[in-house]
């Protein structure tokens, strides 16, 4: 098993930048690929972007965010530019040990961080 331990977040003004980390430890070496989801409230869980832990590999890049791996310390982080009001959520790290051709889905990942609130206010 990986436990999975988030930090960073917060309330921001639109256009600030935040980075949020997670830190692993346990069963590291069996990581296939790390991710990021996010879920605001009413709605579904959906998938942020992800980087594989074989060759860091990066799932679904998004423009504003970037997903980064410091694979020494097991920490996964997401720098998010530009928030936006609509980037508000609880946002998820997550890690699976399965191989997959789309890494999307969140039912693919087996432990899960704790979630940190993102709030950007316009």
């Known amino acids: 098993q990986v436990h999975l331990v988030q930090s960073g977040g917060g309330a921001v003004q639109a256009g600030d930048s935040l980075r949020l980390s997670c830190a692993a430890s346990?069963?590291?070496?069996?990581?296939?690929?790390m991710g990021w989801f996010r879920q605001a409230p009413g709605q579904e869980r959906e998938f942020v972007t992800g980087?594989?832990?074989?060759?860091d590999s990066v799932y679904s890049q998004k423009d504003r965010f970037i997903i980064s791996r410091d694979s020494t310390k097991n920490i996964l982080y997401l720098q998010m530019n530009d928030l936006r009001p609509e980037d508000t959520a609880a946002y998820y790290c997550?890690?699976?040990?399965?191989?997959?051709?789309?890494?999307?889905?969140?039912?693919?990942?087996?432990?899960w961080g704790q979630g940190t609130q993102v709030t950007v206010s316009s």
């Open positions: 346990g069963r590291t070496y069996a990581i296939r690929v």
């Open positions: 980087i594989s832990c074989i060759d």
């Open positions: 997550a890690a699976t040990t399965y191989w997959a051709e789309d890494y999307s889905a969140d039912r693919l990942y087996d432990d």
